[in-house]
Structure formats: structure tokens, C-alpha cells
């Protein structure tokens, strides 16, 4: 079932009412650790692709986005926990929107070397597209990482970002 009202307004793209769901769930329910979402396979439709259990790590989590294909994309949340410096825990949900192949298409796009699949180019540009919007339905967002490769969402860049701040560190 799809709800109308999570249509993405900018790129067409519909938001499955299960994101939300799922997305809820590890909010308030910390039901999942974390969740990835990805594009159907018409590119019409942002769906749950898995969850993560409620105890796992950071390093299962990207051990799960190392493994896809080099030339996709994926959406995901993860619930970042942190250890303060006065002994205190912290944590922030994090939007995580992974562009691995896509940023150095972009980077080498007049490169002889280069011949980019236009099908391929198309999913990135949608993705792009689209990733406001499926923030927008994700409420109570902490911080947005960003990652074209590994280390852009390495534990440390990450704890870095989430932890500026009065009392979070």
C-alpha cells in the first residue's frame, strides 16, 4: 500500500509506506539498529531493502554497505551510539546517503577513459534527486553523512560530526 502523501515532490519518486514504518520502529521502538533503503527496480519507488538487529555493531553496518555493487547507491539510518568524555552515553539517528561510483563519474565525466552507462547514470541521478525528500519523511533525523567512500563514514568521521556540541562530547 502506498500513501499519496509520500510522494517525492522533486524527482517523482514514491516513499513506500514501510520506510516509515520501519523507520519508526528503530526510533522509538529500537527495534533494528539500522535499516537500508534502495530504488526499486523501475526507479519508481524507495523501499526497505534490510534492518539491522538491535545489537549490531557500526562495523556490521558497513561491512552491509561495503557490500554494494560499486556502481549503486543506497539510503540507510543507523542508530550511533557514543561514549562521552564525563562518562555519559549519547546518540543520534543518522541519514546516510552512500554515492560511491556516482561522485567519481562526476569527478572524471571529461575523462577519454570514462564511458559511463546511461542507465547506470540515471539510477545515481534519481537517487540524488530524491534523497531530500526521503529525509523530509524521516523525522527526528540527527545528522546526514554523506559517503562517496569509506572513510566519509568511518566510525571516527562520523562520531566527529555527531559530537559537536554543548554535551556530546
Known amino acids: 500500500v502506498i500513501d499519496a502523501g509520500c510522494l517525492s515532490q522533486s524527482s ?18 529500537r527495534k533494528y539498529k539500522y535499516v537500508f533503503f534502495k530504488m526499486n527496480d523501475d526507479l519508481t519507488e524507495i523501499v526497505v531493502e534490510k534492518t539491522g538487529p538491535e545489537h ?13 555493487a560499486i556502481d549503486d547507491c543506497r539510503y540507510a539510518v543507523f ?3 557514543w561514549d562521552t568524555s564525563d562518562g555519559g552515553k549519547r546518540q543520534k539517528i543518522c541519514f546516510y546517503a552512500w554515492y560511491f ?3 567519481l563519474w562526476v569527478f572524471f565525466a571529461h575523462s577519454p577513459l570514462q564511458v559511463p552507462d546511461t542507465a547506470k547514470l540515471k539510477k545515481k541521478m534519481v537517487y540524488a534527486a530524491s534523497k531530500d525528500n526521503l529525509r523530509k519523511k ?3 533525523l540527527g545528522a546526514e553523512i554523506q ?13 566527529d560530526k555527531v559530537s559537536k556540541g554543548a554535551g556530546n562530547q
Open 12 to 29: 517523482g519518486i514514491v516513499v513506500n509506506d514501510e520506510v516509515i514504518q520501519r523507520y519508526n520502529e528503530l526510533k522509538t521502538g
Open 138 to 140: 524521516l523525522v527526528g
Open 147 to 159: 559517503g562517496t567512500d569509506l572513510s566519509e563514514v568511518s566510525y571516527e568521521t562520523v562520531l
Open 56 to 68: 549490531a555493531t557500526y562495523e556490521e553496518f558497513i561491512n552491509e554497505l561495503k557490500a554494494v
Open 79 to 81: 542508530d550511533f551510539e
Open 101 to 103: 561510483a556516482f561522485m
